[in-house]
């Protein structure tokens, strides 16, 4: 008997020498192998549905996805719409009608991995919180003859979106943005009426104010190209005439155009340039041609700058990314490790960040990646609770009390006051009185009186090369000097925008182009450049957290 057990034993201590040695376990002895990256769900962003959802909107705008991904969007667990999409930077998908109470989530897919779900959006009610009724629309003017496009804000984001040129139906979209660009047909006569108008829940809001469309210009500018990298699908022009018909060429083949309205527009290319190619625009209204633009040589991937973060705190869960290409795939590191996988500027990441982690990111075109980013530190501490927030003019340019109310300061530390902020006015500070007194006057407005105002208020002074920490706004101080001051900040996109005054806020320097670099870009009267501060803001438009009055 004892001979028949020493057997067995024997036989198993063999067959678990042999396991060992071809590399295996006995169970229950052996660990769970780790899960291969390409397999964890977790190491795909969630997406971003993007706020507010209003009852009755018929489009839901997703963002922050891997470029060809395919996204599934649901109500309270139930798919409701979807698709493939390439724009991470901002894709709108048609669902049904949305109804008071919906929780909506979305999902990326990628090579067969499914992201975990976005971060629920609740369906709420415009009309019971905006019991005022709909806004009423701003068209972006001028409106030239001949132009087949147009650009339309202040929107309740969601609605039915209808454009108007002598009373007649020229252009509509359903399931607008709170900015919506759309096509005309036919395209703009001079003298023509044009309005806009935006219906939702079957309630029609006001029109806006009618526009006369103006007769071409006698020229027009040059467009500009930005730098497009082998892989890329898009090309970036900039300075472009509302409505004009815009083209993107490759040598003398045309691979894009379309109407615009004014400002930049991403085209996709097709076919797609190779590294080495010479890409120009032009843009036309009725007989006037401007030049082309100077040729934009398509750069081999390997060159692929790295991108750009800014500060990060402990406990965040999001990261904005600058200087990316518009069709990049955005990787998020923390130590090395992948805690993020996206697109367009603001990924979400897989897991809050600790602090003391090293943070880095990269992107890629195809088979290319471009080196990591300058590693940045993780704050210690708790989450501050400061936020960029991103480019979204609508709500200060609302034609009405926000618009005229509230000026550059304002709109820099993005926060509403109604009471025309000036810097050092909460804090006690006067230097700004004798702005009223005489706007020459040589001792008003210099930069050490506002720069010394605006600390005061708690805004905190920054080298040019600076970091905000924790999630706060970088802003420009500039003056006109002996007559104004103004300001400037830093979106969640990375480029810069303005409200000069009263005035509409905008994304384009003097001259139309975007600001990029306030230090460089055309500020008209304003040429003392005084320097850089870092404020508490929110995501939230007019929600900023600095001392100001």
Same mark, same amino acid.
């Given at each position: 008997?004892?001979?028949?057990?020493?057997?067995?034993?024997?036989?198993?201590?063999?067959?678990?020498?042999?396991?060992?040695?071809?590399?295996?376990?006995?169970?229950?002895?052996?660990?769970?192998?780790?899960?291969?990256?390409?397999?964890?769900?977790?190491?795909?962003?969630?997406?971003?549905?993007?706020?507010?959802?209003?009852?009755?909107?018929?489009?839901?705008?997703?963002?922050?996805?891997?470029?060809?991904?395919?996204?599934?969007?649901?109500?309270?667990?139930?798919?409701?719409?979807?698709?493939?999409?390439?724009?991470?930077?901002?894709?709108?998908?048609?669902?049904?009608?949305?109804?008071?109470?919906?929780?909506?989530?979305?999902?990326?897919?990628?090579?067969?991995?499914?992201?975990?779900?976005?971060?629920?959006?609740?369906?709420?009610?415009?009309?019971?919180?905006?019991?005022?009724?709909?806004?009423?629309?701003?068209?972006?003017?001028?409106? #030239? @003859?001949? *132009?087949?496009?147009?650009? =339309?804000? !202040?929107?309740?984001? +969601?609605?039915?979106?209808? /454009?108007?040129?002598?009373?007649?139906?020229?252009?509509?979209?359903?399931?607008?943005?709170?900015?919506?660009?759309?096509?005309?047909?036919?395209?703009?006569?001079?003298?023509?009426?044009?309005?806009?108008?935006?219906?939702?829940?079957?309630?029609?809001?006001?029109?806006?104010?009618?526009?006369?469309?103006?007769?071409?210009?006698?020229?027009?500018?040059?467009?500009?190209?930005?730098?497009? #990298? @082998?892989? *890329?699908?898009?090309?970036? =022009?900039? !300075?472009?005439?509302? +409505?004009?018909?815009?083209? /993107?060429?490759?040598?003398?083949?045309?691979?894009?155009?379309?109407?615009?309205?004014?400002?930049?527009?991403?085209?996709?290319?097709?076919?797609?340039?190779?590294?080495?190619?010479?890409?120009?625009?032009?843009?036309?209204?009725?007989?006037?041609?401007?030049?082309?633009?100077?040729?934009?040589?398509?750069?081999?991937?390997?060159?692929?700058?790295?991108?750009?973060?800014?500060?990060?705190?402990?406990?965040?869960?999001?990261?904005?990314?600058?200087?990316?290409?518009?069709?990049?795939?955005?990787?998020?590191?923390?130590?090395?490790?992948?805690?993020?996988?996206?697109?367009?500027?603001?990924?979400?990441?897989?897991?809050?960040?600790?602090?003391?982690?090293?943070?880095?990111?990269?992107?890629?075109?195809?088979?290319?990646?471009?080196?990591?980013?300058?590693?940045?530190?993780?704050?210690?501490?708790?989450?501050?609770?400061?936020?960029?927030?991103?480019?979204?003019?609508?709500?200060?340019?609302?034609?009405?009390?926000?618009?005229?109310?509230?000026?550059?300061?304002?709109?820099?530390?993005?926060?509403?006051?109604?009471?025309?902020?000036?810097?050092?006015?909460?804090?006690?500070?006067?230097?700004?009185?004798?702005?009223?007194?005489?706007?020459?006057?040589?001792?008003?407005?210099?930069?050490?009186?506002?720069?010394?105002?605006?600390?005061?208020?708690?805004?905190?002074?920054?080298?040019?090369?600076?970091?905000?920490?924790?999630?706060?706004?970088?802003?420009?101080?500039?003056?006109?000097?002996?007559?104004?001051?103004?300001?400037?900040?830093?979106?969640?996109?990375?480029?810069?925008?303005?409200?000069?005054?009263?005035?509409?806020?905008?994304?384009?320097?003097?001259?139309?182009?975007?600001?990029?670099?306030?230090?460089?870009?055309?500020?008209?009267?304003?040429?003392?450049?005084?320097?850089?501060?870092?404020?508490?803001?929110?995501?939230?438009?007019?929600?900023?957290?600095?001392?100001?009055?």
């Amino acid at each position: 008997m004892k001979s028949k057990i020493f057997y067995k034993w024997y036989i198993l201590v063999l067959l678990s020498i042999l396991i060992f040695y071809i590399g295996g376990c006995c169970p229950p002895f052996c660990k769970p192998d780790p899960p291969r990256p390409d397999d964890r769900k977790s190491m795909l962003s969630p997406p971003t549905v993007i706020p507010p959802l209003y009852e009755c909107a018929t489009a839901v705008s997703v963002e922050g996805f891997v470029p060809g991904a395919t996204i599934d969007i649901y109500a309270n667990g139930a798919r409701m719409g979807g698709g493939v999409s390439d724009a991470p930077w901002g894709q709108s998908f048609s669902v049904p009608a949305l109804v008071a109470g919906q929780l909506v989530t979305a999902t990326q897919t990628v090579s067969g991995i499914t992201s975990l779900p976005s971060k629920a959006v609740e369906v709420v009610s415009f009309f019971k919180t905006h019991p005022e009724g709909l806004p009423k629309p701003a068209l972006e003017t001028p409106l #030239y @003859e001949c *132009g087949g496009a147009i650009g =339309v804000r !202040n929107l309740a984001q +969601g609605g039915l979106l209808e /454009v108007f040129a002598d009373g007649n139906l020229v252009g509509n979209v359903n399931g607008c943005g709170a900015g919506q660009w759309l096509f005309v047909n036919p395209s703009f006569v001079k003298n023509q009426g044009v309005y806009a108008a935006e219906t939702l829940c079957l309630i029609r809001g006001p029109q806006s104010d009618l526009e006369t469309v103006q007769a071409a210009p006698a020229s027009l500018p040059t467009p500009t190209v930005r730098d497009v #990298y @082998e892989g *890329g699908k898009y090309a970036t =022009v900039d !300075n472009i005439v509302n +409505g004009a018909m815009t083209k /993107v060429y490759n040598g003398v083949l045309q691979i894009a155009g379309h109407y615009c309205s004014g400002g930049s527009q991403i085209f996709r290319l097709n076919p797609q340039p190779a590294a080495g190619d010479s890409l120009t625009a032009d843009q036309q209204l009725c007989n006037v041609k401007s030049n082309p633009s100077d040729p934009t040589t398509v750069k081999p991937c390997r060159e692929l700058p790295a991108p750009t973060i800014p500060s990060i705190c402990a406990g965040d869960d999001s990261i904005t990314v600058s200087g990316a290409v518009p069709d990049a795939r955005i990787r998020v590191y923390a130590n090395g490790n992948l805690i993020g996988d996206g697109g367009g500027t603001t990924i979400n990441l897989t897991r809050p960040v600790v602090g003391g982690e090293s943070i880095t990111v990269t992107q890629s075109l195809g088979q290319c990646t471009s080196p990591p980013s300058t590693p940045v530190q993780v704050g210690q501490g708790s989450k501050v609770a400061c936020s960029i927030p991103p480019y979204s003019p609508a709500y200060w340019n609302d034609g009405g009390f926000v618009e005229l109310n509230n000026n550059c300061y304002n709109y820099g530390n993005n926060k509403r006051t109604d009471t025309f902020a000036q810097p050092g006015r909460a804090a006690g500070a006067t230097w700004w009185h004798c702005k009223d007194a005489n706007r020459r006057d040589p001792a008003c407005a210099t930069c050490k009186d506002v720069y010394n105002a605006a600390i005061a208020d708690g805004l905190k002074p920054l080298p040019a090369s600076g970091i905000c920490p924790c999630n706060k706004d970088k802003l420009a101080l500039v003056i006109a000097p002996g007559w104004d001051y103004h300001w400037y900040r830093l979106d969640s996109g990375g480029m810069w925008s303005h409200k000069p005054g009263g005035t509409p806020a905008t994304d384009h320097d003097n001259s139309g182009n975007p600001v990029a670099n306030p230090e460089t870009a055309d500020r008209g009267e304003y040429t003392d450049f005084c320097g850089y501060f870092c404020s508490c803001s929110d995501a939230a438009q007019g929600q900023g957290h600095e001392n100001i009055n």
